[in-house]
């Protein structure tokens, strides 16, 4: 039986997640969004309501379709649902693999053995979690990024577009590191990381 979705945000990321839900045989019965009318459409989901009335809604799982860490988290502390997990059936995932509830793991995503992905994380298309890894919760590998073996990334930290994080390394919660970013020593205190190799900057 095919599992039946409502999204929280109904915005670009949205899509994607639709995407990903359709892909791997499920539906999404409906969006809520506090910033889009009722009754508009996202790739012909209806939107139902605004975020606040999810309790109506309790009967399919949900997922947080928003790719903002914060925004993310705030909205998953206040909510009592039952979170779904979306995989794309064309990522690669170890049965030695742990993900999260309210997860999302995009097309082509490689995450592997012994890795363990904390709860409403994003593994965006093509990211690669490496055997060993430890994700903390509301984390979000963007398209291309790849942790080597036994890397571990805190809580709500957001690694970007093609960066690369060398193995044996510890990320900190609370982390940006940017775009293309080589991460080849351990960083223990948040803030924004970019450059070969990463250096903090704000």
């Not at 915005?11 to 990903?20: E, M, P, Q, R």
């Not at 892909?23 to 506090?34: M, N, T």
């Not at 775009?179 to 070969?196: D, L, T």
Request: net charge neutral; with cysteine; hydrophobic share 45%.
């Amino acid at each position: 039986m095919s599992e039946s979705y409502i999204l929280i945000g109904g915005s670009g990321h949205a899509k994607v997640v639709i995407d990903c839900i359709r892909a791997s045989g499920g539906e999404v019965a409906g969006i809520l969004d506090d910033g889009i009318e009722a009754g508009a459409k996202v790739m012909e989901v209806p939107v139902l309501g605004k975020t606040a009335e999810y309790e109506s809604y309790n009967a399919h799982k949900f997922v947080i379709a928003i790719g903002n860490n914060a925004v993310r988290a705030k909205i998953a502390q206040r909510m009592d649902v039952g979170w779904g997990t979306v995989i794309h059936p064309s990522a690669v995932i170890s049965p030695y693999a742990e993900i999260g509830a309210g997860t999302v793991v995009m097309p082509g995503a490689v995450i592997n053995a012994g890795a363990v992905v904390g709860n409403h994380c994003i593994i965006n298309t093509g990211a690669v979690v490496e055997h060993d890894n430890r994700l903390g919760d509301y984390v979000h590998i963007s398209p291309k990024a790849a942790l080597g073996g036994t890397v571990s990334v805190g809580e709500g930290t957001h690694v970007g577009i093609g960066a690369c994080v060398r193995n044996n390394i510890e990320i900190c919660s609370g982390c940006t590191i940017g775009a293309g970013a080589a991460v080849v020593k351990n960083i223990s205190e948040p803030g924004v990381y970019v450059g070969v190799p990463a250096r903090k900057i704000k």
